[in-house]
């Protein structure tokens, strides 16, 4: 089945130690987004990439960045983990155009959730 | 700016009776997409329901449908029959019909409980 892979699901890290969550999908989606969701809250979106093309949300800390070296693959960095980053973090894709009538409709994955000692 | 609001934090019915969960928006455009997303325990979000806002049908997904009001910004979602498995967060979510723009703009989610 086609889907969203996200790895590891648990991830622990220390306090200012560089962290690198990944993602992968077998939609062959040309858009890939990166959520980052703390406890009874709905997603936040950090940034997402159409294409090849990134696209940075204003109020994303400059500690979170990405690269996307392919279609099927997506990385989140986290250069310098601060507790306040605890969460879980959610990838997701969809298929983008520039139509009138494209829903681009994201399909998430699983979920990393990211642990701050 | 759009906003979307789920009034109802948690709400429970009993198993195959019927629940409908609220939510309403605020945009001032005239195209655009909706969506409820199921968040269960294992934290994966999975797309429940879509409606485009151009179709004036309602769209149904099995025992899920919504009723969607445009004129008054309305997207609630129906369950018939519920199931110990629809026990999760629902997310109604809003996205602007535009290539350039796709963030989802997400409500605050609605807990829903099913009792045995």
Same mark, same amino acid.
């Given at each position: 089945?086609?889907?969203?892979?996200?790895n590891? %699901?648990y991830?622990?890290?220390? *306090? =200012?130690?560089?962290?690198?969550?990944?993602?992968?999908?077998?939609?062959?989606? !040309?858009v890939? &987004?990166?959520?980052q969701?703390?406890?009874?809250?709905?997603?936040k979106?950090? /940034?997402h &990439?159409?294409d090849k093309?990134?696209n940075n949300?204003?109020d994303?800390p400059? !500690? /979170?960045?990405? %690269? %996307?070296p !392919?279609?099927s /693959?997506? *990385?989140?960095?986290i %250069?310098?983990?601060g507790? =306040?980053?605890?969460?879980?973090?959610?990838?997701?894709?969809?298929r983008g =155009? !520039?139509l009138?009538g494209?829903?681009?409709?994201?399909? /998430?994955g699983? =979920?990393t959730r990211l642990?701050?000692? | 700016?759009?906003?979307?609001?789920?009034?109802?934090?948690?709400? #429970?019915v009993?198993e195959a009776?019927?629940?409908t969960l609220s939510?309403?928006?605020d945009t #001032?455009?005239?195209?655009?997409y909706l969506?409820?997303?199921?968040?269960?325990? #294992?934290r994966?979000?999975?797309?429940?329901i879509r409606?485009?806002?151009?179709?004036?049908?309602?769209?149904t997904e099995? +025992?899920f449908?919504?009723?969607f009001?445009k004129?008054?910004?309305?997207?609630?979602?129906?369950?018939?029959?519920?199931?110990l498995g629809d026990a999760?967060?629902y997310f109604?979510a809003y +996205?602007?019909s535009?290539? #350039?723009? +796709?963030?989802?703009?997400?409500?605050?989610g609605?807990?829903l409980?099913?009792?045995?």
């Open positions: 089945d086609a889907m969203v892979i996200q590891p %699901r991830q622990v890290t220390q *306090f =200012g130690k560089p962290v690198t969550l990944s993602c992968s999908q077998t939609l062959n989606h !040309n890939m &987004y990166w959520y969701q703390k406890s009874s809250q709905a997603p979106l950090l /940034f &990439y159409y093309d990134f949300e204003a994303t400059d !500690n /979170f960045q990405s %690269r %996307r !392919n279609t /693959f997506c *990385f989140l960095d %250069r310098s983990p507790l =306040g980053d605890a969460a879980m973090y959610l990838c997701a894709t969809s =155009g !520039n009138a494209v829903s681009e409709t994201q399909y /998430f699983p =979920g642990l701050v000692l | 700016a759009q906003t979307v609001t789920q009034s109802q934090p948690e709400m #429970s009993q009776e019927t629940v939510c309403t928006y #001032s455009e005239s195209d655009y969506f409820w997303y199921k968040q269960p325990p #294992s994966q979000m999975i797309l429940v409606q485009e806002a151009y179709k004036q049908q309602n769209a099995n +025992r449908s919504v009723n009001q004129a008054a910004k309305s997207f609630s979602l129906k369950i018939s029959d519920s199931q999760a967060m109604c +996205r602007f535009s290539g #350039s723009a +796709r963030q989802l703009t997400f409500g605050s609605t807990q409980t099913v009792l045995p």
